[in-house]
């Protein structure tokens, strides 16, 4: 299982982004994946996850009402709209998968990682 991330950049507050994952190898619907990011010098932080099957999600409640996690299960691919920027949201942000239903919230329930994209917000 290969994930790739794209859609990061230089962006500034109030502005919006969508990051992709695109999954290629064995990524079944039934599988559940997230988001995480890492600011420069701290370890990875939990952004949002999607369940297999049914879809359930979850956000981090730094990110809740701005940022929405969703995948398309036909093209393999996982998104992150993030609305109404901040700053503080500038990050390395990284795609994950795990050969489970049942959505995680902790770096260690994941198997599967991306080498991550880039997002900054300037002020």
């Known amino acids: 299982v290969q994930l790739v991330e794209s859609g990061g950049g230089l962006v500034q507050a109030g502005d919006s982004l969508r990051l992709s994952c695109v999954a290629s190898?064995?990524?079944?619907?039934?599988?559940?994946m997230g988001w995480f990011r890492q600011e420069s010098g701290k370890g990875r932080e939990f952004v949002a996850a999607i369940g297999g099957n049914n879809g359930r999600t979850y956000h981090a409640n730094s990110v809740l009402g701005r940022f929405t996690i969703s995948r398309d299960n036909a093209k393999n691919t996982l998104f992150l709209q993030m609305n109404s920027l901040k700053p503080e949201d500038t990050a390395v942000y990284y795609c994950?998968?795990?050969?489970?239903?049942?959505?995680?919230?902790?770096?260690?329930?994941?198997?599967?990682w991306g080498q991550g994209t880039q997002v900054t917000v300037s002020s």
């Open positions: 994950a998968a795990r050969e489970n239903p049942v959505l995680g919230a902790m770096e260690h329930d994941y198997w599967y």
């Open positions: 190898g064995r990524i079944l619907s039934s599988y559940s």
